[in-house]
């Protein structure tokens, strides 16, 4: 109950494409889905977050999608750049929990 | 500037030697938190302490032992116990003592065992 998988495990695509990386969870105490972003040699940090009152969050190119019946939750990354590539990880916490649980990552290659 | 800083950054280690990494925040963060990540395995929580002199174990914490001091301080050791050690260890903290908030991360210990 404590998973938060996640796919693809890796993904290529060309510059200007859409990246679409895709988290499921099964604890519904869970309401807090945090997406991390991480460069090679590089600690994870903050990319964008959502809470499940609502279904969709956007910043900039990145769009989370969040679909609280299916416990499904995916990160849009529009006109996706080279500078993009790197390892995407989605996770999930319970207001209260101190655990923060991650999803396997994700590699994404942009191609110039 | 304010953040986390782990160190070293890599360190190679013979087998049968307790190493210990150090992590070092100055964010005023009440909670702090190691992780430990191998490739296609996410992160996966060693121990955590939401308050000085006070921690609890995460999902993998055989083989590894941690102190608390101080607020800002909270060093890992690996000990030899540890079966498989060689991994990218990242250290984080969040600000509220209840864990809500946005998970801050060090820059990472590589561990290397030789």
């Known amino acids: 109950q404590q998973q938060v998988k996640q796919s693809p495990q890796s993904l290529i695509v060309q510059k200007g494409g859409i990246s679409i990386i895709n988290c499921a969870y099964e604890n519904t105490a869970f309401d807090y889905f945090p997406w991390y972003q991480q460069f090679p040699g590089k600690g994870p940090a903050l990319l964008i977050a959502?809470?499940?009152?609502?279904s969709e969050k956007k910043e900039g190119r990145f769009t989370i999608s969040f679909n609280k019946s299916a416990k499904q939750f995916s990160l849009h990354i529009m006109d996706s750049q080279p500078g993009d590539s790197a390892t995407y990880f989605c996770?999930?916490?319970?207001?209260?929990?101190?655990?923060?649980?991650f999803g396997a990552g994700t590699r994404l290659f942009v191609k110039a | 500037d304010g953040g986390i800083t782990q160190s070293p950054k890599y360190l190679f280690r013979k087998e049968g030697q307790n190493v210990t990494l150090s992590c070092e925040q100055n964010?005023?963060?009440?909670?702090m938190y190691w992780y430990r990540q191998d490739p296609g395995q996410g992160l996966r929580l060693i121990y955590y302490?939401?308050?000085?002199?006070?921690?609890q174990k995460g999902d993998i914490a055989e083989g590894y032992s941690v102190s608390r001091e101080k607020k800002e301080s909270f060093p890992l050791t690996v000990t030899s116990a540890q079966k498989n050690p060689t991994a990218f260890y990242l250290c984080a903290s969040i600000q509220s003592s209840t864990g809500a908030g946005e998970l801050f991360f060090g820059e990472g210990s590589r561990l290397t065992v030789l």
């Open positions: 996770a999930a916490r319970n207001t209260g929990g101190f655990k923060t649980i």
């Open positions: 964010l005023n963060h009440d909670a």
């Open positions: 302490s939401q308050i000085v002199n006070d921690f």
């Open positions: 959502i809470r499940p009152d609502v």
